[in-house]
T-cell receptor
Framework: EAQVTQNPRYLITVTGKKLTVTCSQN?????MSWYRQDPGLGLRQIYY???????DKGDVPEGYKVSRKEKRNFPLILESPSPNQTSLYFC?????????????FGPGTRLTVL | GNSVTQMEGPVTLSEEAFLTINCTYT??????LFWYVQYPGEGLQLLLK?????DKGSNKGFEATYRKETTSFHLEKGSVQVSDSAVYFC?????????????FGTGTQLKVEL
């Protein structure tokens, strides 16, 4: 089954404790992206990657890091989480060939930073 | 920059009522337009899309027409069901950044009651 998976689905942590949210897709997609969803703000892009070893900032990159060492994986790293990073996070992927193609979203990771 | 404005929710309707969720956009060039749906506890799924002016996207009884003259992409359904209860996001893509970045509205929660 074609899918985007994220782990963990739920995470409660404390300020300053480094964490990683994993994202993996099995569709051989070139493009991957991370979004955060906050009430009244919709989804905002954090980082994106056009392919392996190619990453760039989205609209709200502060406090986050990403890496793209393999095509299928795109982890989101919070080196020193703060309470304002409490949010619902989504990973997405799509192919870039043949014009516009649908972005596929993972199920989301709900993060609480105390 | 690009932006999407959609009507605030929540919207509460009785089953079989007519649904309209308004969406307007600001973008340079000719973006592609989308409606995504988020069911409780799940990630976003593409509901429908339109890639050029006057295109009509449709799926599962939902429709939206790309109106360039009014920069709008309103979502409609003639007869809603309880199973349509979800959050609906209007979004646009491109033409910058290779058409990969999605810009979302804030989302409209729909609740359908018996």
């Amino acid at each position: 089954e074609a899918q985007v998976t994220q782990n963990p689905r739920y995470l409660i942590t404390v300020t300053g404790k480094k964490l990683t949210v994993t994202c993996s897709q099995n569709m051989n997609h070139e493009y991957m992206s991370w979004y955060r969803q906050d009430p009244g703000l919709g989804l905002r892009q954090i980082y994106y990657s056009m392919n392996v070893e190619v990453t760039d900032k989205g609209d709200v990159p502060e406090g986050y890091k990403v890496s793209r060492k393999e095509k299928r994986n795109f982890p989101l790293i919070l080196e020193s989480p703060s309470p304002n990073q409490t949010s619902l996070y989504f990973c997405a992927s799509r192919t870039v060939s043949g014009g516009y193609n649908e972005q596929f979203f993972g199920p989301g990771t709900r993060l609480t930073v105390l | 920059g690009n932006s999407v404005t959609q009507m605030e929710g929540p919207v509460t309707l009785s089953e079989e009522a007519f649904l309209t969720i308004n969406c307007t956009y600001t973008a340079t060039g000719y973006p592609s337009l989308f409606w995504y749906v988020q069911y409780p506890g799940e990630g976003l799924q593409l509901l429908l899309k339109a890639t050029k002016a006057d295109d009509k996207g449709s799926n599962k009884g939902f429709e939206a027409t790309y109106r360039k003259e009014t920069t709008s992409f309103h979502l409609e359904k003639g007869s809603v069901q309880v199973s349509d209860s979800a959050v609906y996001f209007c979004a646009l893509s491109g033409p910058t950044g290779g058409g990969n970045k999605l810009t979302f509205g804030t989302g409209t929660q729909l609740k359908v009651e018996l």
